[in-house]
């Protein structure tokens, strides 16, 4: 993997602290671009859980 000249997020020069990023800032969006699902790539529908649809039907 090569290293990165740049900042992934804003292109600003990465800072040693925190590598590959620039800042706290860029550091922290990123992570929440992964945890909200920003990077996720477009498919179909995830199947259902198959042990969900052997619950017996609520009364």
Same mark, same amino acid.
């Given at each position: 993997? /090569? ?12 800072? /040693?602290?925190? *590598? ?17 699902? &920003?990077?996720?790539?477009? &498919?179909?529908? /995830? ?6 649809? *052997? /619950?017996?039907?609520?009364?």
């Amino acid at each position: 993997m /090569a290293k990165s000249d740049t900042c992934p997020l804003c292109g600003k020069p990465p800072k /040693a602290e925190h *590598q590959p990023f620039c800042s706290r800032g860029c550091k922290d969006r990123d992570l929440l671009n992964w945890l909200g699902e &920003g990077y996720r790539v477009p &498919g179909p529908p /995830a199947h259902e859980n198959p042990l969900d649809s *052997q /619950a017996e039907p609520p009364l």
